[in-house]
């Protein structure tokens, strides 16, 4: 059993908190948050020390692993502690405010031979394993065009705009899917309130291979969506992560292109066949994210989630932020 502490049980920590409360492979030890409206007998009457302060659990010999599920401009000061201090670090995603502070943490770990995950959960939900499958498979033939929405009302947050708040999950995902980084970024967005943090943004993503992906991202729609389509040049697939049943459904339809005879008339032949909808895994993603740690702290496999793969995902925000910031929305 590996010894953890989570630092920040807000929002999503306490989601964190759940998982690692009820995991085989780790033993939480303790939990602690600078709120001090909490009621530290909801933990302790869990036998989980609780403190107010973050140096507790960096700062403990017993401590083998912290998670760090607190706000991102506080993400580089609390791992660098808990690296230094020797404990391994799952880490919530965006990794870091930028990439030099990505940089200094995967050194720290490497020198001193410790883990360094970013918590980007999606790649352990059902809908992305199975899509990943798909798409390693062929299933879908080239993929051509991928299109993702992920709108909701709110939940703004203070330090970062949506852009940093969203984009981490796109961003994640695609490079897990496509297995290559885009070659330009472009990104436009708005803010409807005069701390100028965009809550509405569009993100463009441009690949040698051809290849385009949309995001539209949005703190600011009456409704919430999350759904990705995925258009292959055999099959097209969409994903609604909102969904309990047919998350997936993957669409034998397409269009080939003729041209009539010596003209440059483009001709439409459109192809509709049968919808398939596969049964999708829905066992909680922490609860395999957590395996999966233990695993990647005991050696067993490299992680999916490394500190390469989040420093990766902020090089791309900084990329779509200075696009953001140089673009007509200015
Ligand atoms: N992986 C996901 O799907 C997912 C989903 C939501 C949020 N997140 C990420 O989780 C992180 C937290 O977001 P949230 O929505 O839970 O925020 P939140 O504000 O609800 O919770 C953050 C908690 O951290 C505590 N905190 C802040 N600074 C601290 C410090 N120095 N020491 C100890 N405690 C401190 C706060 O008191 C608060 O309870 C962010 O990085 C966010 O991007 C990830």
């Not at 759940?18 to 303790?30: E, I, P």
């Not at 410790?114 to 809908?127: E, N, P, R």
């Not at 049968?274 to 829905?282: E, K, L, V």
């Amino acid at each position: 059993m590996i010894n953890i502490g989570i630092i920040g049980v807000g929002y999503w920590g306490k989601n964190l908190y759940r998982n690692f409360l009820n995991s085989q492979y780790f033993n939480l030890m303790s939990v602690a948050d600078s709120n001090t409206m909490i009621d530290r007998q909801n933990y302790e009457s869990a036998n989980v020390k609780f403190s107010f302060d973050a140096r507790d659990i960096c700062n403990d010999p017993k401590v083998d692993a912290v998670c760090i599920a607190t706000p991102v401009n506080t993400h580089f000061e609390l791992a660098k502690q808990a690296l230094e201090n020797g404990k391994h670090v799952l880490i919530e995603k965006p990794m870091c405010l930028n990439s030099i502070e990505c940089l200094k943490l995967i050194e720290i770990a490497n020198k001193k031979n410790l883990v360094i995950m970013v918590d980007h959960t999606y790649l352990f939900s059902g809908g992305v394993e199975y899509i990943k499958k798909c798409i390693d498979e062929k299933k879908l033939g080239e993929i051509c065009f991928i299109s993702s929405i992920r709108i909701n009302l709110g939940l703004f947050q203070q330090d970062v705009n949506v852009l940093w708040d969203l984009a981490p999950h796109d961003f994640s995902i695609i490079n897990h899917l496509l297995g290559e980084k885009p070659d330009s970024i472009d990104a436009i967005g708005y803010s409807h309130f005069q701390n100028k943090k965009e809550d509405v943004v569009h993100v463009a993503l441009n690949y040698k291979t051809n290849k385009k992906v949309f995001l539209q991202l949005s703190w600011m729609s009456p409704v919430k969506n999350r759904t990705m389509s995925i258009n292959g040049s055999e099959k097209m697939l969409i994903w609604d992560d909102l969904k309990l049943e047919d998350t997936i459904k993957i669409y034998d339809s397409g269009v080939d292109q003729r041209f009539e005879n010596d003209s440059s008339r483009f001709l439409p032949e459109y192809r509709i066949g049968d919808i398939y909808s596969p049964r999708i895994s829905t066992s909680e993603p922490l609860s395999k994210l957590t395996k999966h740690f233990s695993d990647v702290i005991n050696k067993k496999t490299p992680s999916i989630m490394s500190g390469e793969h989040g420093l990766g995902v902020v090089l791309m925000l900084e990329q779509a932020q200075s696009s953001l910031d140089f673009g007509l929305n200015k």
